[in-house]
């Protein structure tokens, strides 16, 4: 079954066969945790790319969550204070989990366990919450899901 895709605000990653959606208000961080996991992972030898940054078409396949880059931002990436990077991409990929970039100061020290976020109307996903001040993003979310991201 496929629907409708859905415009979302939100940058989308893949490491290894894991699809990470950063979501969050504009200037909250998702930018630049998505590209601090991409450039953690290159060291762990493990295969990364860039799905789509600030516009992610969303939409629910045969019971997966595609996220699908517009081809007129395809490879870029907005570094906020440093101007726009080209990347590796990929046109598509499947999501696993969604990243909230949270502000230490005012989050929640223990979220809730198990949480899920509406990412559309009808599409949920896990939700991670990661500290806009995490010095490595990729190792925090490894160490929540539990396994690796190859």
């Known amino acids: 079954m ?16 894991t699809g990470l959606l ?12 998505a590209f ?18 600030d516009q992610v078409f969303i939409t629910r396949r045969d019971g997966a969550v595609i996220a699908e880059c517009p ?7 907005e570094i906020r204070y440093t ?11 499947e999501m696993h989990f969604a990243i909230c970039p949270v502000d230490p100061a005012t989050a929640e020290r223990l979220p809730p ?21 995490s010095v490595n993003p990729l190792a925090a979310i490894m160490a929540k899901i539990a396994v690796d991201l190859d």
Do not use: W, Y
């Not at 290159?42 to 990364?48: E, S």
């Not at 081809?71 to 990436?77: E, R, Y």
């Not at 101007?83 to 990929?93: E, N």
């Not at 198990?114 to 009808?122: F, P, R």
């Open 113 to 133: 366990e198990d949480e899920q976020i509406d990412v559309t109307g009808s599409i949920r996903l896990p939700l991670i919450r990661l500290s806009v001040t």
């Open 83 to 93: 101007g726009i990077v080209r990347l590796p991409h990929v046109s598509k990929a």
């Open 71 to 77: 081809p007129s931002i395809a490879g870029l990436m």
């Open 22 to 33: 950063f979501l969050g208000a504009s200037g909250s961080g998702k930018s630049s945790l």
């Open 2 to 17: 496929s629907t409708e895709a859905t415009n979302v605000h939100a940058t989308a990653i893949v490491v290894g066969k």
């Open 36 to 53: 601090s996991c991409l450039a953690a992972a290159k060291p762990l030898g493990l295969a990364a790319a860039l799905v789509a940054d």
